[in-house]
């Protein structure tokens, strides 16, 4: 709640205003006072409070408090339960589930929707967008592939390391290159990424922040990576590279101007005939 009343300062009134400074200034406080104390400590009117409210997605005063203390609550450290030999099928069935949800919680509050906006609007202004990964990692561009060509995007996986190193140098400035990698420390995607920007394509990277390929890109939707994967690469870490997918999906879907952005186009009949009984 804080940082969405930070982020709308700029467009704020000179009696809104007043009111957002005295919230940044003693959130903890805010959360105790009632309406009439807030309305003399920031010297604004009851309807100020409201409205301001209601710009912050409330219905009234007494949500935002709700909400302005969940944000102020500390959250639980993320923890990661590791699946074990001796773990029966239910104890495992019951690690991932949660392991899961923690993982996309935890995503849920680092994602920077600013950053996936400027990735859908660099993908819509290409000529040609490119989805390259390298191993589990291709999985994702695959189905980003699948889900964007329904939008009528022109795309087309790149696999295999050598496929992409020829791919590079005749990559064009209309086009678009977006890389998939959980690490981001995968080499070849990080020379093609250097190699596709010098050319001036624009650059997307989905993949841990202040990584090779992170540095190496224009545009990044930073996953990060909250589990130790020294040795393998976690199954959940998958959820959100595949929830960032869907979130490009329907910005592309808003920015096209579709009713209903989140539904995609449904594939030609001869390709999903199914029984009628």
Known sequence: ????????????????????????????????????????????????????????????????????????????????????????????????????????????????????ERAADAMLSARAVFLLGLGISETVAFDAEHKLFRLGLHCRTVFDSQRQMLLAPTLRSDEAAVFFSHSGATRTLVSVAAQARENGVATIAITAPQSHLARTCDTVIAVPRYEHSELYTPLTARLNHFLVINMLVVAIGLKQGRRMPDNLTALDPWLTEKFMD
């Open 1 to 116: 709640m804080l940082k969405q009343v930070a982020k709308i300062r700029d467009s704020l009134s000179k009696a809104e205003l007043r009111l957002a400074e005295a919230i940044l200034k003693q959130p903890e406080a805010i959360i105790t006072m009632s309406m009439v104390d807030l309305k003399k400590a920031a010297d604004v009117s009851d309807p100020t409070i409201l409205r301001f409210c209601r710009r912050l997605g409330c219905n009234g005063y007494p949500e935002f408090k709700v909400r302005l203390a969940q944000g102020l609550s500390p959250e639980p450290p993320f923890v990661h339960r590791a699946i074990e030999a001796g773990d029966s099928v239910a104890e495992a069935v019951d690690k991932i589930l949660t392991n899961s949800m923690n993982a996309i919680k935890r995503f849920a509050s680092d994602v920077d929707a600013d950053a996936v």
